[in-house]
């Protein structure tokens, strides 16, 4: 079930110590009303707070009851939405939420989804099935159902991955999902070309994120890995995948559409 557990209160600043939200109506976003799922926490939480200081009116949605709670408390200003990514009724439910609320969605960051590895003989139904509802399914259906109240001239940002372009062994589940959201940001951003709503897709490598403990790695694990194979020798932080984010939403990137950038350190092409 959709459910708003929170409303937005317009006199305090979003975030954790990103700032006070530009009220003179001169942000990158002033006036846009942007939907990020899987905004409650790592790089959507980032991103909702550049959004928000930059004049957005955001909407976030999570499906885990402790994160909902703690980003309704960090982003007072951020009105957060409980809902399940893969279940395309509820994506429906959201949408129309946001359309009743708010009348149209101007930005819509895809970033909702899941991480987990294993190696192709541990790999069943179950695993494959889960990965594919939520990066694949409800990435899908949520672009499908937003661009019914997106205006002409707005903006899709998805997040895939640096998995879905190198073969990277234990990822094979999870990479082919990334794959299909890149896929996804070109066939989109050729199809909405005649309304001129631009799709570009952010492919991040190793960030400091929750999703690598849910991926069930140590501490420091990924932050090793990084400094090994990364050419910048480091893992990256979530304001810096905000950062582009808001490139991307902004009409700074007005010229581009279908393209992928990747924020890795260097590990793509490097």
Partial sequence: MTMDIRQASPHLSAGAGRGIARMDGMGKLSNKIALITGGTTGIGAATAARFQAEGARVIVTG???????????????????ASEAADVAATKRLVETVKATHGRIDVLFVNAGISRFKPISMIDEAFFDAQFGINVRGAYFVMRHATEIMPDGGSIILTSSVSGALGVAGHTVYGATKAAVRSFGRSFARELVPRNIRVNTISPGPIETPIHAKAGM??????????QRVPLARMGQVEEVASVALF???????????????VDGGLVEL
């Fill in 248 to 262: 991307l939403a902004s009409e700074d990137a007005s010229y581009m559409t279908g393209g992928e950038l990747f």
């Fill in 218 to 227: 140590q501490p420091g694990e990924m932050a090793s890995i990084a400094q």
């Fill in 63 to 81: 499906s885990d009851p402790t994160t909902l709670q703690v980003a309704q408390q960090k982003m007072p200003r951020i009105e957060v939405i």
